[in-house]
């Protein structure tokens, strides 16, 4: 395995920021992985797998890990479902587009999201009323110290609002190889809630739509919403959507009749961040090569060669601003290293 020294991360994180990792290593299989992983164990470890839900604001003095692992097995289930395990190393949205090739549905909802496979159930990733969580089985991870291989089930992972086992108690501690996830084979069952969705496919004239039609419709209004990292820097959402208590937004709704919420249940709700920002007065504005996107205020973009330091001091700007406004704490979704 080849030791990269001095090696810049600019094209593996999705921001583009360009700082330096003191040792890089890529693993293409679960062998090698626990092979390093034997022979750098004092080592201190940074796993990279596709950079898209990060901001790196310094230069890693670490033995970087990309996890390149490919390779995707299905296995048919009697009860009309199909159990398909993707390795770490997979691109997300190809991941996705294999399963509608495949006429597998649940996965659609998520088309075009950026980063691998094996990140995805660290954020328990999710678009447009689905959630990654709502059709994950297990996954296999490899604990750093040990090198021993560790099954967890869905349960065991502690799935939450962007949120998981893995950003809290086992953060750092292990290393995703294989997610399996519990697709459908017929009578698919199709989330079209969020009215972007549903104006897309009106827009086609679509009344009885596929997954193919739904996944279509997200990368549309994805690609109409979001910029393509490899055109200008990015993360794609860089904060949570806040949930308060719903007498916390009558009050606010007074003070803001046209914002828009999500009633999460009767106790609580949930705002776009986007709003927020937007209302803030921070959408389109820019700051040298930092700013924040034009057409969604929730993305903050590297327009060429902004330092991670000056994303992270825009966006503290910016949660400083909506807090005074609003009275709102928003949450960082993406990891600031």
């Known amino acids: 395995m080849k030791i990269e020294r001095n090696k810049s991360l600019k094209k593996h994180n999705t921001f583009g920021i360009n700082v330096k990792a003191a040792e890089f290593i890529k693993i293409n299989s679960e062998k090698e992985l626990t092979e390093t992983l034997s022979i750098h164990k004092e080592r201190n470890i940074f796993i990279l797998s596709g950079g898209s839900n990060m901001l790196l604001t310094q230069n890693l003095e670490a033995l970087v890990l990309h996890i390149a692992i490919k390779g995707i097995t299905t296995s ?20 996705v587009q294999f399963c509608i090739d495949n006429d597998f549905g649940g996965l659609e909802n998520l088309s075009l999201i950026p980063g691998y496979v094996g990140s995805a159930p660290i954020q328990n990733i999710g678009a447009y009323g689905v959630e990654l969580k709502d059709s994950f089985i297990s996954c296999e991870a490899i604990h750093v110290i040990s090198g021993a291989k560790k099954h967890f089930t869905k349960e065991e992972c502690n799935f939450g609002y962007r949120n998981s086992i893995f950003k809290n108690e086992l953060k750092g501690n292990y290393i995703i190889t294989k997610v399996t996830f519990r697709l459908t084979t017929k009578d698919h069952v199709l989330n079209t809630s969020y009215g972007a969705i549903e104006n897309a496919l009106k827009e086609k004239n679509i009344t009885s739509p596929t997954i193919k039609d739904i996944s279509e ?31 916390n937004f009558a009050e606010l709704q007074k003070l803001h009749p046209d914002i828009p919420f999500y009633q999460v249940d009767k106790n609580n709700t949930k705002i776009p961040a986007g709003w927020l920002i937007e209302q803030s007065g921070f959408k389109g504005k820019r700051w040298g090569d930092a700013g924040v996107h034009a057409k969604q205020a929730l993305v903050l973009v590297n327009y060429d060669n902004a330092s991670g330091q000056e994303l992270l001091e825009l966006s503290k700007r910016i949660q400083k601003t909506v807090k005074e406004k609003f009275g709102i704490i928003l949450e960082t979704e993406v990891n600031i290293i």
Request: charged share 20%; hydrophobic share 35%; glycine share 6%.
């Open 76 to 95: 048919s289930q009697p009860d009309s479902s199909v159990l398909v395990s993707a390795n770490a190393g997979e691109n997300w949205h190809d991941f």
């Open 217 to 247: 419709a997200v990368i549309a209004i994805r690609k109409s919403k979001l910029p393509d990292p490899k055109e200008i820097g990015n993360s794609g959402s860089f904060f949570k959507n806040p949930v308060i208590t719903s007498k």
